[in-house]
């Protein structure tokens, strides 16, 4: 081993000279080939990162098959180049607590981040916990960012040393194209120049950075709005899904009938319509088209940086990460938005690739947001954190069936989880109502097994898994009380 580490540093002192090799860092090359097929090997280094994060994506991708209509060719030409997560899934399904437990590795539950309120950084538990991007940023890397990575505004101090274009610079809607609801929840083609649109530009911001010969490596964190709401996609890209070609995703009228009155009170989104509005007013199909065409459209600014960075001098040495905060339900168990711990709301996109590794693997594994700090940590040879309490996927990059008897945890609201298994979802929530769906057997999970008296040991095998510290939500944490727009409220 002592002759690897001569051989390292004989062969990058020049490039490296202003950074200190620690063994950690010479490892990175090392653990970077691990994952490779050996046909393309290069000599060692740090590893560049570019860390995409995408809004609202729910599984309607090509690669993940979730729905027929959906067209995502430059995601899924970034998921034959790599890992792809078949079976991964957020830790919380809103936004702030989703993208908190990715940059600081701890649970909702932990971290007692669970709305979107409050700032991560302004919790006093999370004060002196090192970010992701901080730890790169003290190891040596130039750290970037532009995009939504965090929700809201601000950034956490010492984060990052160079930030793009602001939120502040979107374009709004003029008028709304559905006047029955709120702004928010608008949806329809923009007719603005595609340039000016806030995801454009930054995808033009990353594409400059990317595009020049950086004295470090890089940290780069570009996050997507789209296909947040309101719905709003160029019209170009609106009229390549003809409305009347649309499949609307299965619904089983009263599918929540078996269900206690919790599950109705958690899952129900305080601005989103309801689904009664949207059979009614026969808006149903418009709303899937519209946010497919933001699909296509967040998808179109991927394939823009991916086709930069295999132009830029970074491309043989930079590991790229997809990853969605969250799903998103359109109509099906009768629900608009997020907020649940059903499938479609915690069930991602999430691919790990780098120029060495296996192309096209697809792994199966229940596989967490929580695992993406650990993991890059791994990948780039810096050292660990104890603290993080994500498990770190290289055994699953080198084998993706490898032995694996993690499950993938969200949580949503304080003592209420999921715990995902290959087969599996199980929830619990905090009054002790359960529900227990067999993926396998029911994909919409439309029947609640968790009566079954038989199945009774399976529940409290999962249930072993349940996170043992539910942390009292951090302060300013409390969900808004808004009104409903639409119809009557379920």
């Known amino acids: 081993m002592q002759d690897c580490f001569d051989l ?27 994952v490779a097929t050996g046909e393309n090997a290069r000599p060692p280094g740090k590893p560049n990162v570019l860390l995409i994060a995408i809004d609202d994506l729910n599984d309607w991708v090509g690669c993940l098959g979730g729905h027929p209509d959906a067209r995502t060719p430059h995601i899924d030409r970034l998921a034959d180049r790599g890992v792809l997560f078949t079976n991964a ?53 130039l750290t970037l960012t532009t995009g939504k990575i965090y929700h809201g505004s601000g950034l956490p101090p010492g984060d990052f040393d160079v930030v793009g274009p602001r939120p502040g610079q979107r374009i709004k809607q003029d008028a709304r194209l559905v006047p029955e609801l709120s702004g928010l929840w608008d949806f329809g083609p923009q007719a603005y120049k595609e340039e000016l649109l806030q995801d454009h530009a930054d995808a033009t911001w990353a594409i400059e950075q ?12 570009i996050g ?19 409305e009347s070609e649309i499949n609307l995703p299965p619904v089983n009228a009263g599918d929540r009938d078996d269900l206690p009155e919790i599950v109705n009170e958690l899952t129900r989104a305080p601005a989103a319509p309801a689904h009664d509005w949207f059979l009614k007013s026969g808006n149903w199909k418009k709303a899937v088209q519209s946010y497919l065409a933001c699909v296509r459209w967040t998808d179109e600014q991927v394939g823009r940086l ?34 649940s711990l059903w499938e479609r709301a915690t069930r991602v996109p999430f691919i790990i690739s780098a120029p060495t590794m296996t192309k096209g693997t697809r792994c199966n594994r229940p596989a967490e947001l929580l695992s993406i700090y650990p993991t890059l ?25 490898a032995t694996w008897q993690r499950p993938a945890l969200t949580t949503h609201g304080k003592n209420n989880h999921a715990v995902r298994t290959e087969r599996y979802r199980y929830i ?14 029911d994909p919409n999970e439309w029947t609640n097994l968790a009566a079954k008296k038989e199945l009774a040991p399976l529940k409290e095998e999962l249930a072993k898994w349940l996170p043992k510290t539910n942390a009292d939500p951090a302060k300013g944490g409390t969900a808004r009380k808004r009104k409903r727009p639409g119809q009557k409220a379920d």
């Open 8 to 34: 390292f540093q004989k062969r990058f002192s020049g490039r490296l000279m202003k950074i200190r090799i620690t063994a950690a860092g010479l490892l990175a090359g090392l653990l970077f080939q691990l």
């Open 89 to 141: 899934h957020c830790q919380a399904p809103i936004c702030n607590p989703s993208r908190t437990s990715v940059m600081y590795g701890l649970r909702p539950s932990t971290s007692g981040v669970y709305m979107n309120a409050p700032r991560p950084w302004t919790v006093p538990a999370l004060k002196n916990h090192v970010t992701m991007a901080r730890h790169f940023a003290t190891n040596g890397y």
């Open 210 to 221: 990317i595009s020049v010969r950086q004295k470090r490596p890089f940290f780069l964190a």
């Open 224 to 242: 997507f709005y789209r296909p947040h709401v309101p719905f709003y996609s160029p019209a170009r890209v609106f009229n390549e899904i003809p």
């Open 306 to 339: 991916i086709d930069a960075l295999d132009k830029s001098p970074h491309a043989e040495n930079t590991i790229v990460v997809l990853y969605s905060d969250h799903g998103f339900f359109l109509g099906e168990k009768e629900r608009w938005a997020k907020q």
């Open 377 to 401: 940590l791994d990948l780039c040879g810096l050292p660990g954190r104890k603290a993080l309490e994500g498990a770190s996927l290289i055994p699953l990059l080198k084998n993706p069936n």
């Open 428 to 441: 619990r929530y905090h009054e002790g109502s359960e529900e227990l769906y067999d993926l396998r057997e």
